[in-house]
């Protein structure tokens, strides 16, 4: 069965540090890793999806790396800024599931100060 | 971009009424849509998978007597708590798998806040 863990599962910078938020999975076997955010009351917002064959995405201000063999994706955020501040999900496809079933980790919730 | 619409976004019902969640993508045609839970803190739990005119596929655990899905149209899906408890009380977010040449892409909707008093 596939677990999906996220640590920590909140975290508080000043505004201007690199943001760091770890995601691991028990199976290696996944199609892809996609990391969302979700802000307080809302629905999801797709940040970064990568392709099990693939090392990394970028876009702008993120970048997320996967390494399956070891069953670990970390998110990094730079320059942080307030407007940051939500909660960080990641999820896992596996080849097994159709249609693009997710299973999702609890969330690292995060809060940049100004 | 692609616009997932929930209705409503929130409700307050009281326990064993019914309670009825539509989901539309509103400006593309979804192959499939999905429906998840969350509780405060948690993560999103996979409740079903629904394809546009065939029954849906039920997650271990959940009773599906209970949380009836209907997906009528290819922009339309329901999801009805029936005879709701306050146990039933969450979050309800649902998603749709587009069309097209990006079979990785799920766009969710804002989600539906339900408290069954």
């Known amino acids: 069965k596939q677990e999906v863990t996220q640590i920590p599962a909140a975290l508080s910078v000043p505004e201007g540090e690199n943001l760091v938020l770890n995601c691991s999975f028990t199976?290696?076997?996944?199609?892809?890793l996609q990391w969302f955010r979700q802000d307080p009351g809302k629905g999801l917002t797709s940040l970064l999806l990568?392709?099990?064959?693939?090392r990394e995405q970028t876009s702008g201000r993120l970048n997320a790396s996967l390494d399956k063999s070891s069953g670990r994706s970390t998110l990094y955020i730079a320059a942080s800024q307030p407007g940051d501040s939500a909660t960080y999900l990641c999820?896992?496809?596996?080849?097994?599931?159709?249609?693009?079933?997710?299973?999702f980790g609890a969330g690292t919730q995060v809060v940049v100060t100004p | 971009g692609a616009v997932v619409s929930q209705h409503p976004s929130w409700v307050i019902c009281k326990s064993g009424t019914s309670v009825k969640i539509e989901c539309r993508s509103l400006?593309?045609?979804?192959?499939?849509m999905f429906w998840y839970r969350q509780f405060p803190k948690q993560s999103l739990m996979l409740m079903a998978t629904?394809?546009?005119?065939?029954?849906?596929?039920?997650e271990q655990g959940v009773e599906k007597d209970k949380f009836l899905i209907n997906h009528a149209s290819l922009t339309l899906s329901t999801l009805t708590v029936t005879s709701a408890h306050p146990e039933d009380s969450s979050f309800y977010i649902c998603?749709?798998?587009?069309?097209?040449?990006?079979?990785?892409?799920?766009?969710f909707g804002p989600g539906t806040r339900l408290t069954v008093l």
């Open positions: 629904s394809n546009e005119g065939s029954k849906a596929t039920y």
């Open positions: 990568i392709q099990s064959s693939q």
């Open positions: 998603s749709a798998k587009p069309f097209g040449p990006s079979p990785d892409t799920q766009y």
């Open positions: 999820a896992v496809n596996r080849p097994t599931d159709s249609w693009g079933k997710l299973q």
């Open positions: 199976d290696s076997a996944i199609y892809n």
């Open positions: 400006d593309f045609q979804a192959t499939t």
